[in-house]
């Protein structure tokens, strides 16, 4: 069953322009991670939040976690054609059932 | 020049065949995984281990099997019984199995 839902499915903007994702889960969580893969590629790790941050920066990159809400956003400010790729949020649930569970993921198009 | 590897990076199989996909990490990981990637999807767990000699089934574990014989190593067989097989198959590993995983470039399977 997915845990994570990230929102848009699909995202289109220019270079320049900021680009904010948003994944939203069902049950407690250690912690949230964000990947992105490049097409027909691996995955490549981003950033990861525990239960207790609200906030965390690396780049451009701008990560929120709300969990009253079970959300999260990532946000990437300036972003230019080579952000172009799939963004997923990963959740570790809270319990034994420790792994990852991934989102269906938001293709992000950034336009030169 | 360390990290995590998969091959081949593209594999045909007849229907009715087994296949085995090879991930080899020199990470000294002690967690590794198998996810399947259908087109536009996000990924989904066929198994996963721990420790050497230790696995556990995944949430689409049915048609799969694997072994950890070595901790560096985490074969993934697709059998006959994988009804659907054509996908795109990541290898990760981790630390343990909160931590960060790192991925391999992926193998995509088509079944002729």
């Known amino acids: 069953s997915q845990q994570g839902e990230e929102d848009p499915q699909a995202l289109s903007i220019q270079e320049g322009e900021n680009a904010t994702m948003n994944c939203s889960y069902k049950?407690?969580?250690?912690?949230l991670q964000w990947y992105r893969q490049n097409s027909g590629r691996g995955l490549v790790h981003l950033i990861l939040?525990?239960?207790?941050?609200r906030e965390k920066h690396s780049g451009r990159l701008r990560v929120t976690l709300d969990t009253s809400k079970k959300s999260s956003s990532l946000l990437i400010t300036a972003s230019r054609a080579a952000d172009t790729a799939s963004y997923f949020c990963?959740?570790?649930?809270?319990?034994?059932?420790?792994?990852?569970?991934f989102g269906s993921g938001t293709q992000l198009t950034v336009l030169p | 020049d360390g990290g995590i590897t998969q091959s081949p990076k593209y594999l045909f199989r007849k229907e009715g065949q087994n296949v085995t996909l090879s991930c080899e990490q020199n990470l000294n990981h002690d967690a590794m995984y198998w996810y399947r990637q259908d087109p536009g999807q996000g990924l989904r767990l066929i198994y996963y281990?721990?420790?050497?000699?230790?696995?556990q089934k995944g949430d689409i574990a049915e048609g799969y099997s694997v072994s950890r014989e070595k901790k560096e190593s985490f074969p993934l067989t697709v059998t006959s019984a994988q009804k659907n097989p054509t996908a795109f198959y990541l290898c990760?590993?981790?630390?343990?199995?909160?931590?960060?995983?790192?991925f391999g470039p992926g193998t995509r399977l088509t079944v002729l």
């Open positions: 049950t407690s969580i250690n912690n």
């Open positions: 281990s721990q420790i050497v000699n230790d696995f």
């Open positions: 990760a590993s981790s630390k343990g199995v909160t931590d960060t995983q790192y």
């Open positions: 990963a959740t570790d649930l809270s319990g034994s059932a420790r792994q990852l569970t």
């Open positions: 939040i525990r239960s207790n941050e």
